[in-house]
């Protein structure tokens, strides 16, 4: 399959070298040239399917003919090996769990996909490569956990101290061997900035640095998986399912929309934000209007300017997106009534990020009563304890699979700017 540009279409390169490169020249994404669909009886028969073989056919049309059935079914295997319980809330509302991988939110989907394929393209040469990323909080433990131990691979991360979850912080700390924390005193923003500088400094071009930026088509593709999981368990309701997706960078709801493109049943689609409300107001007015970026407490979601959002854009060729699509945004207030609403109706604890969801989902389905709801949720509410326990009364568990970490001491370094990390760099 070759994957076209989103700013250029004749720019067309196959898998490895969309996988290889990010992004493409000028900017632009990766897209598939084609978009198969997958017959009927597939979708009609996903009960009789593993999650695995699901996502073994969902992948295949886009790299089995670059890296054989056995390298996608190992790599498959490797990603899909946690559950993805969809849970009832009532009669009509749902929440798919995304959070059961190791690190507990969804990124663990994308990061261990887009490990898997380094193993397979860089297993061949001995060169050494430097995977350098920025974190707001979930990539950066992803990352790590996916890449840990590999041969061949130092990874760099690049986090603002303070500005993350301590259960977070660990998950980036902890490890050690070829992953190395690095505590930015600054926001965010900084640390992206000095990622990027460092991308574009010659002096550091013999170090073979990667991004492992979520705009990857690794990091993108295996996302489609969780919405044929909604469908392999709601199918047999025969009502018409809306998904709401809380969203920043919109990789997750552009998958779920390339998997529509491929047939899959699903024909409503909910894009839940927070203040950073650039793609609601945009399906809502028309306008696309990116302000300056908002801190939340739904932070993994404090993105202004989407850079997915040019995929869903172009999906529409494929697929009939108008009226199908509509998004809505949600203050910290509401986030926070809403983890309470739920836990208060429910007696089920929401992380802020899938409070957002519910919210959107909540109000779409007053005005929708034969419709069946979903939201993701896409982390486990305690990578944020002190807002999760402000808004409801009882203690969030600590999941078994964290349990030790959470008696680990981290180990990092402090990166004071560029040149700090440049030197870093150049001594690993
Ligand atoms: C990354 C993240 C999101 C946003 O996902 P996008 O694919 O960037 O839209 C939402 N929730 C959590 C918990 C995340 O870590």
């Not at 199918?235 to 997706?245: C, Y």
């Not at 069946?372 to 009882?394: C, D, L, R, Y």
């Amino acid at each position: 399959m070759l994957f076209k540009s989103t700013i250029n279409p004749s720019h067309k390169v196959n898998f490895k070298e969309a996988f290889m490169q990010g992004i493409c020249p000028f900017k632009g994404l990766y897209i598939p040239e084609q978009i198969p669909r997958l017959p009927i009886e597939f979708w009609d028969n996903l009960d009789s399917m593993s999650n695995q073989e699901i996502a073994f056919k969902l992948l295949s049309p886009y790299l089995i003919d670059e890296i054989g059935q056995e390298a996608l079914t190992e790599a498959v295997a490797k990603t899909f090996h946690f559950p993805f319980p969809l849970v009832a809330l009532s009669e009509n509302i749902y929440t798919m769990e995304l959070f059961h991988g190791p690190t507990l939110a969804f990124k663990d989907v994308g990061a261990q996909f887009m490990a898997e394929m380094h193993r397979f393209f860089n297993a061949q040469s001995a060169r050494k490569i430097t995977v350098l990323v920025a974190t707001s909080g979930d990539t950066g433990g992803a990352v790590a956990q996916s890449f840990f131990g590999m041969d061949n691979v130092e990874v760099v991360i690049l986090y603002p101290k303070g500005k993350v979850s301590p259960i977070q912080e660990l998950q980036l700390t902890a490890l050690g061997g070829n992953i190395h924390a690095c505590a930015v005193l600054g926001d965010f923003d900084k640390c992206q900035a000095m990622v990027k500088k460092a991308f574009s400094d010659t002096d550091l071009q013999e170090l073979s640095l990667t991004s492992a930026n979520s705009i990857n088509v690794a990091r993108w593709l295996p996302q489609m998986v969780y919405y044929a999981l909604i469908y392999k368990e709601l199918k047999n309701k025969n009502k018409e399912i809306v998904v709401s997706v809380p969203s920043g960078n919109f990789g997750n709801l552009a998958a779920g929309l390339l998997a529509t493109a491929m047939g899959l049943p699903i024909a409503n689609w909910l894009a839940a934000t927070n203040i950073n409300d650039t793609v609601p107001h945009f399906l809502t007015t028309g306008e696309w209007n990116e302000k300056e970026t908002k801190a939340t407490i739904s932070n993994a979601m404090d993105v202004s300017a989407p850079s997915n959002f040019v995929r869903i854009q172009q999906l529409k060729e494929f697929w009939q997106l108008n009226g199908n699509l509509l998004g809505a945004s949600c203050t910290d207030v509401e986030t926070k009534q809403s983890m309470k609403f739920i836990f208060e109706q429910f007696q089920y604890i929401a992380d802020p990020h899938g409070a957002v969801g519910f919210k959107v989902l909540n109000d779409h389905l007053k005005d929708h009563t034969s419709k069946i709801g979903v939201f993701m949720e896409t982390a486990h509410p305690i990578k944020f304890p002190e807002v999760v326990q402000e808004a409801i009364p009882s203690k969030i568990p600590i999941p078994q699979s964290i349990e030790s970490l959470t008696k680990k001491t981290g180990s990092f370094k402090v990166i004071a700017d560029d040149i700090a990390l440049k030197n870093f760099l150049l001594k690993l």
